[in-house]
């Protein structure tokens, strides 16, 4: 029962995602070579990898927000740290806890991939194989931005 409310945010955000950012996986996105050449295509496979990590990102926060503040909080009442008669402590101190989970656990889920991510020249389409960069190297890894 408590799984609910975190399971319908953690699929709020995906949908969102899938929404929001849904071009990306229909139309691609631009990749750029290791010297920051960006191609004139767009990569399906760097637009569906990206998404899905923004998508991950978005569950973690989810999980995260939604089950470390009570977790913390139970632990506090335990210890009678929120129990007693006054509520403007009790108050402060949940009011704490959400706001160090937002500060902490948001920049961590976005950091959990990289905004630059780096995929092999062979997990994407053909026309990024067996290019050559300008100083007439064979480009064997390209860079996508994947947002946040």
Excluded: H
């Excluded at 949908?15 to 750029?32: H, L, P």
């Excluded at 990898?49 to 335990?78: D, E, F, H, K, Y």
């Excluded at 210890?79 to 402060?92: E, P, S, T, W």
């Excluded at 889920?109 to 991510?117: E, S, T």
Aim: with cysteine.
């Amino acid at each position: 029962r408590a799984t609910v409310p975190m399971l319908a945010s953690a699929g709020a955000g995906v949908i969102n995602v899938g929404v929001v950012r849904g071009k990306e996986v229909t139309d691609g996105i631009a990749v750029s070579s290791p010297c920051g050449v960006t191609t004139a295509e767009r990569s399906l496979v760097a637009g569906r990898t990206a998404i899905s990590q923004v998508a991950t990102s978005r569950v973690a926060i989810s999980v995260a927000l939604l089950s470390i503040p009570p977790v913390a909080m139970a632990a506090l009442s335990g210890m009678g740290v929120l129990r007693g008669g006054n509520k403007r402590v009790a108050l402060a101190t949940e009011l704490g806890i959400l706001t160090a989970c937002l500060f902490t656990t948001v920049p961590a889920a976005i950091a959990i991939y990289p905004q630059y991510g780096t995929i092999a020249a062979d997990k994407l389409e053909p026309a990024f194989r067996g290019r050559i960069d300008q100083d007439g190297r064979e480009i064997t890894e390209w860079t996508f931005n994947k947002g946040l």
